[in-house]
């Protein structure tokens, strides 16, 4: 793009932001709790909470920031989002058409000095070319009733965004018919135009998901490799997909349809409404859980659900939309294919050498078939996590193997996913792992004081001190830990 091209570009008047502002700046001053996060408004503390859920869950999900990054949240409302962002990164601006939202910005973000707002009337012009590293925008197209106000915002993400960096927003996927866009419900995308807005600007699609529902999520990357900012890679498991499609999808599409992007997820799954039409909005919210994560709602969700339904808020369609595109279904469906850590690489060498969340699952669930719920969780507690579980574990874990055929798989996936499996206690070099699993491998017969004094001299350099060497013996004894978990636990000590 010419110089000039950038310059006329970013000069271009979008829509004036004439009732979008008005009408924004009104439900600011009424409750913006509500207008911004429905279901989370009755406190201060439970709109917070919800800013830190959704950021985890949806802003960042699978995208790796460093703490020097910056990023823009292109309709930020009262910083909802930007406060937790912000305590992550280097810089965490916020742009909003609302005068009224910008000005309860302030006073919500007061405690968060690295959270910078700005008003807009509907461009980016605001920040330098090539100056953030992530740029993303979560409940706010899909309030905009003028496709250009959005098409413009996503080209000048893209000016603004560094080589490398990356673009999340999300846009209403849902087929309204005949419907009037006004500024709460804004025009809709279908998978295509949604996809269009990122190509179109120049950026290429890394990640496309939810397409069809409420919540059309697209991630894309501006050529170039500056950026701090990065996202994981991600497969689709076969094995929950053909399962799921098989139940719910009743042939409507074959899963490669859906895995090659011709037929979206929700499409598929729209038999699922169906089936459920004359049950209460209670059997309703309940079979949609078990029907799409294979487990019983919490009570909590169950709860809030059935809340926004009964209130008249969302209909059941923005319910499935909800649950097609939380991060636990996505997670089951659609995982991060992140390297794990090496102490499960260690512990899982025997069943199999990759270090891939799928390869993995299927080497340590295909020993699982034969045993019992109850062998079947220990035993995999044992290779992935080395140790037992407690009792609220194990009784969760049983009630997964129980619920369906997948539930060993489910139950494996799990473990591999958790925040346990996946600590990294410090880089290591092949080698030095290795040399780890020759430590393990040479001990192998020998009893765990034997091990332990051959893991204090390999790892830590020093003979074992008495006080040291009981309370890790202790632990293996008890199963809170293997010799893999004392691996891990020395190496982290000694960096
Ligand atoms: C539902 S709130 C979401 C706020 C924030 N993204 C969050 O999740 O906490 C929608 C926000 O979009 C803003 N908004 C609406 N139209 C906009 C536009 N054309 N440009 C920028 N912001 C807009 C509103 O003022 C409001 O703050």
């Known amino acids: 793009m010419s110089l000039l091209d950038k310059l006329f570009r970013r000069r271009t008047d979008g829509p004036p932001p004439g009732a979008m502002r008005e009408d924004w700046d009104r439900r600011a001053r009424e409750d913006y709790k509500l207008h911004i996060a429905t279901g989370h408004a009755a406190t201060e503390e439970a709109f917070r909470a919800s800013g830190d859920k959704d950021l985890d869950e949806v802003i960042l999900d699978g995208i790796a920031l460093a703490r020097e990054a910056s990023a823009l949240e292109i309709g930020c409302g009262v910083g909802r989002l930007l406060c937790p962002l912000s305590d992550r990164i280097a810089a965490a601006h916020g742009v909003d058409i609302s005068t009224v939202m910008i000005e309860r910005s302030k006073e919500f973000c007061a405690s968060h000095p690295k959270v910078q707002t700005h008003l807009t009337d509907g461009s980016l012009a605001v920040f330098p070319e090539g100056s953030l590293d992530f740029v993303y925008s979560f409940i706010v197209f899909q309030h905009i009733p003028s496709r250009e106000a959005i098409a413009r915002y996503v080209r000048e993400a893209a000016l603004v965004l560094k080589p ?12 309204r018919g005949a419907h009037t866009p006004d500024t709460y419900d804004g025009v809709t995308f279908t998978p ?16 496309d998901w939810g397409a069809a529902t409420h919540y059309h999520r697209i991630t894309a990357r501006k050529t170039g490799s500056e950026a701090l900012a990065s996202l994981a890679p991600h497969v689709w498991d076969r094995a929950f997909l053909d399962d799921l499609l098989s139940r719910e999808g009743v042939a409507t599409a074959s899963p490669g349809d859906v895995v090659a992007g011709r037929v979206p997820l929700k499409d598929a799954l729209r038999p699922l409404e169906s089936r459920l039409a004359k049950a209460s909005n209670e059997e309703f919210v309940k079979a949609a859980f078990r029907a799409l994560l294979l487990r019983e709602g919490d ?11 009964d209130g008249g808020f969302e209909d059941r369609g923005a319910l499935i939309d909800t649950v097609l595109t939380s991060r636990d279904f996505k997670e089951l469906v659609r995982p991060w294919d992140v390297p ?8 899982l060498a025997e069943v199999s050498r990759s270090n891939r969340l799928l390869d993995l699952t299927e080497a340590v669930a295909s020993g699982l078939s034969n045993l019992s719920a109850s062998g079947a969780v220990d035993r995999a507690f044992r290779l992935v996590l080395g140790r037992r579980p407690d009792d609220a574990a194990r009784a969760h874990h049983e009630s997964l193997v129980a619920a369906s055929p997948l539930g060993r798989r489910l139950v494996v996936r799990e473990l591999l996913a958790s925040t346990e499996a996946q600590r990294d206690p410090g880089r ?10 020759q430590l393990l491998e040479s001990s192998r ?33 008890s199963g809170q830990t293997d010799r893999s978990g004392v691996l891990a636990d020395f190496v982290a000590a000694a960096a």
């Open 192 to 207: 295509k135009e949604a996809r269009a807005l990122a190509v179109e600007a120049g950026l290429e699609i890394v990640e």
């Open 340 to 347: 794990l850590p090496w102490p499960v690489k260690l512990r």
């Open 445 to 477: 017969d020998e009893g765990d004081e034997a091990f332990l004094e051959r893991a204090y001299l390999g790892v830590l350099g020093r003979a074992a001190d008495p006080e040291g060497r009981a309370w890790h013996l202790g632990r293996l004894v």
């Open 164 to 175: 490398g960096g990356l673009l999340r927003y999300q846009v209403d996927g849902r087929d």
């Open 428 to 437: 290591l070099s092949p080698a030095r792992v290795d040399v780890l699993r």
């Open 299 to 309: 009570a909590a969700g169950v709860a809030y659900h059935l809340s926004i339904l």
